[in-house]
């Protein structure tokens, strides 16, 4: 795992209470409960490109907030966002909520637990 400034943990960690999180070994089942649900990968394009979840989509963290509402017009959509290990996808996940959607999940773990879990996609 990456060193992160202690500037940035704090910037993710005042973020955590009010977005819900769901760790990645629970990802499944409880996407399982959101038919609906879309899978959307926030990390930088070339790390989606190096590898990802299969059948996740690309939105990522410096475009996300643009780019979500012609993406995902209904902001009801259970939408399940990771990153790298769960930080960039809580900051991600609680300013589209400011922006008015309803389901949204940071998936605790990210990458580095998913890919030992789920089928990727090269």
Request: charged share 25%; net charge neutral; with cysteine.
């Amino acid at each position: 795992m990456a060193d992160h400034s202690p500037g940035f943990l704090a910037l993710v960690d005042s973020v955590r209470p009010r977005i819900r999180e769901v760790p990645a070994a629970e990802l499944l089942q409880t996407m399982a409960r959101h038919p609906q649900a879309r899978l959307l990968d926030v990390r930088e394009e070339s790390e989606f490109a190096a590898g990802h979840v299969r059948g996740a989509e690309w939105l990522g963290k410096g475009i996300i907030e643009r780019d979500i509402e012609a993406r995902v017009p209904d902001k009801d959509t259970p939408l399940f966002l990771y990153c790298g290990g769960g930080y960039r996808s809580a900051l991600a996940a609680d300013n589209i909520q400011k922006m008015g959607y309803r389901q949204v999940w940071s998936i605790d773990g990210g990458w580095r637990a998913l890919k030992e879990l789920v089928p990727i996609a090269p």
